[in-house]
């Protein structure tokens, strides 16, 4: 019974694939569907690095436009495809040409495929376009660079095109589009010839900023699945499938590749000015017909470059009309960015509809976007940082490009948007990383801070010790009269109020800055100094400051550059020391040049070794024995001093000794 179930199963199931492929919508002849019963599997190869058409990922996966195309007919005719991995184009090529795979993809008009292959109709159309320098104009054809260096790929189908059209340019060959596309940003070659989609997703992949799509050719690829000629019945078949994918499908295919993976990055300032160009020759040639005509084909062919690269670009791109503010246009990466679904859920928005209240500098944001759309429209362009909000509620950060362009004779504003979510996270974790080490730097120098108040009060304590024996004289002896006790405490008064402001000082000095605040160099150069004095002078250490105008004042954090002066102080002091210097001596200077203050510390303490004078501002490393020093001071002043004020500390050696050299900005960004 059981058997007799079995085959009565396997009957059913074999007739409805055959009444499946047997359907009016495919049409397979008899011969055709007794074909497909007795051959189930079909051993195919292809390019291994071709995407977005297809590509043998590294664990031998194989993906891609073409790949998904496949998935599609195997489902429909109920075959599998045996793919045959490949290493390298030429190696498919070896594959196919020795009879180890029935089909493979390529260009139509590939001719050594066409040898021993039959093309069935290509489903696949993409232009041949030309890759330059994106500072390189628009290129209309390649006629206007046959004397540039220009590299193809090898062995591709349209190559074969390329040679007979241009019989005289001398194309280098590479063996991929990555080779090509480095040799075009490092200058090795001026141009590379290369399909859209193949060049966009690649320039896309590699993140090359410096190259773009300048233009595109007459040229054609035409995408298709090359069959054996001994396999005539399966060409048929394969070519009957591919006819029978309906539109919607295969545009799905192609869509679900170009929003994830396309395109290049296009300089679209530079395509307005030339267009500009040509309106300004237009304008001076109005009354010529001739000059009109070759005006009006060159901005078709400009508005249909910038319309295809607008669409396919997987950049963020919008367009805001001036008169309203509001966008009016955007590309799909931008509805992918703001997840809102579809274009009409952003047209019609302002900037600032789209962003959260307020700006991460406090400032609103409707306020703030007109402000950066005027200061757009007065310089032609505008680039700066902006957090928007997605349709989910989810804040983002993006770079905004504002770029003033006329567009069919009205006022917009280009709007190219790059995700720098990443880029933010790693500057908020720099900061914090920063602000830990400048505090660690702090604790640090604790335990020498601790000295130098103990020499701050050992004269003071001292003076008060003999005020105590003196009142107990006086006492003994009769003489403790109400203005010897007056006389007395007033002197212990003082002296205790000099050692509650040394507390100050170093309880100031240990505060990290919450505000920046308006100060003299002269006066936080004197009040550092002040902290370290009585451990110099106990150590016979001279010091000198000479300062060219004692109003000299910046806007900034006090405590931030005070902490710098010490930790050189401090190092100058640790030097004379270790090397037993003789009359050693600190000179500090402070000078104004234009706009820029310079503090510059020289000691004579024989000068930083060459062989890691290059090495001390590098975190963690110290010249000191080991535990007597954190190697973190000067890696830290030099952070303070040119990410914190934007300024620059550099060290150099003199006859005599080591010379820092402080440079500070007047005018310190807010």
Not at 175 to 189: A, P, R, S
Request: net charge negative; aromatic share 10%; hydrophobic share 40%.
């Amino acid at each position: 019974m059981k058997i007799l179930f079995f085959v009565f199963f396997v009957v059913i199931n074999a007739y409805a694939n055959h009444e499946n492929l047997n359907g009016d919508s495919i049409g397979f002849s008899e011969e055709e569907l007794e074909y497909l019963e007795e051959n189930r599997v079909v051993t195919y190869t292809g390019n291994p690095n071709w995407l977005p058409f297809e590509v043998f990922d590294k664990d031998g996966h194989y993906i891609g436009i073409v790949a998904d195309h496949l998935k599609y007919i195997e489902n429909m005719l109920h075959i599998k495809f045996d793919k045959k991995v490949s290493k390298t184009w030429s190696d498919a090529l070896n594959i196919a040409t020795k009879g180890s795979a029935d089909v493979i993809s390529g260009d139509a008009s590939d001719k050594t495929l066409n040898k021993t292959f039959n093309p069935i109709d290509a489903y696949i159309s993409n232009p041949i376009v030309i890759i330059m320098k994106n500072s390189h104009h628009y290129v209309d054809s390649i006629d206007e660079i046959l004397e540039k260096k220009i590299v193809i790929i090898k062995n591709y189908g349209y190559t074969y095109d390329l040679y007979r059209l241009y019989p005289d340019i001398k194309f280098t060959e590479v063996d991929n589009i990555q080779d090509g596309l480095l040799g075009v940003e490092t200058g090795k070659y001026d141009a590379m010839l290369s399909s859209l989609a193949l060049a966009s997703y690649t320039i896309t992949k590699m993140a090359l900023d410096n190259i773009a799509i300048v233009g595109k050719t007459d040229i054609v690829m035409n995408v298709t699945l090359f069959v054996n000629k001994d396999r005539p019945l399966l060409h048929s078949i394969l070519n009957k499938a591919m006819h029978n994918l309906g539109e919607d499908e295969h545009q799905k295919i192609l869509n679900r590749w170009r929003h994830t993976t396309t395109v290049t990055k296009v300089d679209y300032k530079l395509i307005w000015q030339i267009l500009g160009v040509v309106f300004i020759l237009f304008i001076f040639f109005v009354f010529r017909q001739r000059t009109l005509k070759k005006y009006t084909y060159e901005l078709k062919k400009q508005k249909e470059f910038y319309e295809m690269v607008f669409k396919n670009t997987s950049s963020s791109l919008l367009v805001i009309d001036v008169g309203s503010e509001k966008f009016i246009d955007c590309n799909e990466a931008a509805v992918e960015m703001l997840k809102a679904g579809s274009k009409k859920n952003i047209l019609n928005l302002r900037p600032s509809e789209i962003s959260p209240e307020f700006q991460p500098d406090g400032r609103r944001s409707d306020i703030k976007s007109k402000e950066m759309n005027s200061i757009a429209l007065k310089n032609g362009s505008n680039t700066f940082e902006w957090k928007h909000l997605s349709v989910d509620g989810e804040e983002f950060w993006v770079e905004v490009i504002l770029t003033s362009i006329t567009l069919e004779e009205r006022k917009v504003l280009h709007v190219v948007w790059k995700d720098i979510g990443d880029k933010k996270r790693i500057e908020e974790e720099l900061k914090e990383k920063q602000l830990l080490l400048i505090q660690q730097a702090r604790l640090a120098s604790m335990g020498e801070m601790i000295n130098n108040i103990a020499h701050q009060w050992r004269q003071p304590l001292n003076a008060l010790g003999l005020i105590v024996q003196k009142i107990g004289f006086y006492h003994q002896n009769g003489m403790l009269d109400e203005n010897n006790m007056k006389t007395n405490i007033d002197k212990s008064m003082s002296l205790i109020g000099k050692m509650s402001s040394t507390i100050d000082d170093f309880r100031d000095f240990f505060n990290p800055d919450k505000d920046k605040e308006l100060f003299s160099l002269h006066t936080v150069i004197d009040e550092t100094y002040l902290i370290v004095e009585e451990t110099f002078k106990s150590n016979s250490i001279g010091f000198k400051l000479v300062v060219d105008d004692n109003e000299m004042s910046i806007y900034g954090y006090k405590n931030e550059l005070s902490q710098v002066i010490i930790n050189l102080l401090n190092n100058s002091k640790d030097v004379f020391l270790e090397e037993d210097i003789k009359q050693a001596k600190i000179d500090v200077s402070v000078k104004k040049d234009k706009n820029m203050f310079y503090i510059i510390v020289c000691d004579n303490g024989g000068g930083v070794p060459d062989d890691v004078i290059n090495k001390i501002f590098d975190p963690y490393f110290t010249t000191k024995e080991y535990g007597k020093g954190t190697g973190i001071g000067l890696y830290m002043s030099k952070i303070i001093i040119e990410d914190h004020m934007g300024g620059k500390l550099r060290v150099a050696n003199t006859e005599n000794g080591a010379c820092f050299t402080i440079e500070i900005p007047e005018f310190l960004d807010n």
